[in-house]
T-cell receptor, first 114, second 116 residues
C-alpha cells in the first residue's frame, strides 16, 4: 500500500514551458486535491476533484489545469510556466469530504521555473 | 468562511522543554481541526485531529491539543521536546455538511527548532 505518490519529485522548467505533475493514490479515495506550498503562506488549494471525471477550482487556480480521468489519478498541468509558479506542490486524497476525514498527502514535487 | 491563524512563525525550545504551538481558528459552523507535521523534504503527516468527540485530543509522538470553543483555539503541546520534533507544524480547519468539498484551510505554519 503506497498511499499517495507524486511524479516527478523535482523539476526545473524555463519560462513558457509546459509540464504535467502526476498524483496517484491506491486507497480508493473519492476526493483528491492539489495544493501549493510557499514560505510563510501555508498550503493553498489549487484545484480539487470530488470524483472520477470531475474537477473544480480552488483558491489559486490561475495558470493551472487538472484532469481526473481515472479515480486513482489526478493530474496537474502547467501550460506555460511562469516564475511565480516556483513552489512545492502537494497532492492529497481523502475518503470522504471534510469533517473528521483526514487528507493523506504525497511527498511533494519541487518545481523551479527560471 | 473558515480561517486559521498560527501565532509565531518560528518557535525555539530546548530539548526536554515544553512545546506550545498556538492555533486560533474562525468558523461560523462547528469546525473540525487538524495538526499536521512536515519533516524536512517530506509531505505532511497527520499528528492529531479534533472531531467533537473529546476536547482534549492525543496524537502521535506524545503530542496533544485542546479544543477551546470560548477561545476559538486549538493549541498543540508536548511536555518534553525531543530533537526529532524539529519540523514545520500546520494547523488546519474544515467543516462537514451537505455539498462540502472537504477543503482544508491551513495556517501559515510554525517552524519548531529544538536546541540540544
Amino acid at each position: 500500500n503506497a498511499g499517495v505518490t507524486q511524479t516527478p519529485k523535482f523539476r526545473v522548467l524555463k519560462t513558457g514551458q509546459s509540464m504535467t505533475l502526476l498524483c496517484a493514490q491506491d486507497m480508493n479515495h473519492e476526493y483528491m486535491y492539489w495544493y501549493r506550498q510557499d514560505p510563510g503562506m501555508g498550503l493553498r488549494l489549487i484545484h480539487y476533484s470530488v470524483g472520477e471525471g470531475t474537477t473544480a477550482k480552488g483558491e489559486v487556480p490561475d495558470g493551472y489545469n487538472v484532469s481526473r480521468l481515472k479515480k486513482q489519478n489526478f493530474l496537474l498541468g502547467l501550460e506555460s510556466a511562469a516564475p511565480s509558479q516556483t513552489s512545492v506542490y502537494f497532492c492529497a486524497s481523502s475518503y470522504r469530504a471534510g469533517g473528521p476525514y483526514e487528507q493523506y498527502f504525497g511527498p511533494g514535487t519541487r518545481l523551479t521555473v527560471t | 468562511a473558515q480561517s486559521v491563524t498560527q501565532l509565531g512563525s518560528h518557535v525555539s525550545v530546548s530539548e526536554g522543554a515544553l512545546v506550545l504551538l498556538r492555533c486560533n481558528y474562525s468558523s461560523s459552523v462547528p469546525p473540525y481541526l487538524f495538526w499536521y507535521v512536515q519533516y524536512p523534504n517530506q509531505g505532511l503527516q497527520l499528528l492529531l485531529k479534533y472531531t467533537s468527540a473529546a476536547t482534549l485530543v492525543k496524537g502521535i509522538n506524545g503530542f496533544e491539543a485542546e479544543f477551546k470553543k470560548s477561545e476559538t483555539s486549538f493549541h498543540l503541546t508536548k511536555p518534553s521536546a525531543h530533537m526529532r520534533d524539529a519540523a514545520e507544524y500546520f494547523c488546519a480547519v474544515t467543516i462537514y455538511g451537505s455539498g462540502n468539498t472537504g477543503k482544508l484551510i491551513f495556517g501559515q505554519g510554525t517552524t519548531l527548532q529544538v536546541k540540544p
